[in-house]
């Protein structure tokens, strides 16, 4: 390892903790964790003033060119409430190599330019209705499981993290810890997306739902019920959750979302 950078050598450990967590909540009787090994472009979009509509309207224009790319259509949707950004976009990349490929490169500029809307244009019409974007490039779970997830699903909470120094691998763990939980209460397994470059953020979960009330199916949850799914996934109570992981982060924001029609 010494002939590793610290980057390196953090995101191979979440891969290796990533595998072994797997196994324990396959053990568990949850859902295995997906490894954090596909890459992804995420991209969060503040429309300008007046202009959410032709924001999203420029975005579903171009998803044709996407398909005729061969890149296949960014998986998205529209805050509701919480963070500053209106449209939350993810773009399967899966390697840097893969992606920025000479073949694909070309494909992705012919199949603009066949549309209509050259990938220059395309830029200058985002620029005039788009007031603020933010870009990460993240390891999450391969893409057909992040695809099923999102399956009958329109309603989406995200949650994204800075840790304090040294705390990312912990951070990661305490985040595979809740999934224990929210499966065993009774809600989907949270998807966690690990920074490779880009913003500040270490990490981000992403949890999809049918609707707002499936999101809040754990309020029915009995207080033994909750008590017992806490211990199974490892803190000594529900109470105990949140503020163990406030010793983890230095920033932590929540965002609800839902489906673009």
């Known amino acids: 390892m010494r002939n590793l950078s610290r980057k390196t050598a953090i995101i191979l450990a979440f891969f290796s903790l990533a595998s072994l967590l797997s196994l324990a909540a396959a053990e568990e009787g949850g859902p295995p964790a997906a490894k954090p090994a596909y890459l992804y472009k995420t991209t969060f979009v503040r429309a300008a003033p007046g202009k959410l509509l032709d924001l999203i309207a420029l975005y579903k224009d171009r998803m044709a060119s996407a398909d005729e790319s061969g ?6 949707w529209r805050h509701t409430q919480g963070d500053q950004w209106d449209l939350m976009l993810l773009t399967p990349m899966e390697s840097y ?16 330019e066949a549309s209509g809307l050259s990938q220059e244009e395309f830029a200058r019409k985002l620029e005039a209705c788009s007031s603020w974007r933010e870009d990460i490039f993240v390891m999450g779970p391969p893409l057909e499981t992040v695809k099923k997830a999102f399956e009958g699903t329109a309603y989406y909470h995200i949650e994204i993290f800075v840790s304090l120094p ?15 939980y929210a499966v065993e209460t009774g809600r989907p397994y949270n998807m966690i997306f690990v920074r490779d470059q880009g913003a500040v953020w270490d990490l981000f979960t992403l949890g999809c739902y049918r609707d707002i009330k499936h999101w809040a199916v754990g309020d029915e949850i009995t207080k033994e019920q909750r008590a017992a799914a806490a211990r199974k996934a490892g803190f000594n109570s529900p109470d105990e959750i949140g503020p163990y992981m406030r010793t983890l982060i230095d920033m932590h924001r929540d965002t609800m979302g839902v489906a673009i029609k």
């Open 71 to 76: 890149d296949g259509r960014p998986l998205w």
């Open 97 to 112: 190599a893969e992606y920025y490929a000479k073949n694909k490169i070309a494909r992705r500029k012919k199949a603009a």
């Open 166 to 180: 040294g705390k990312q691998e912990e951070l990661f763990k305490e985040r595979e810890m809740e999934n224990v």
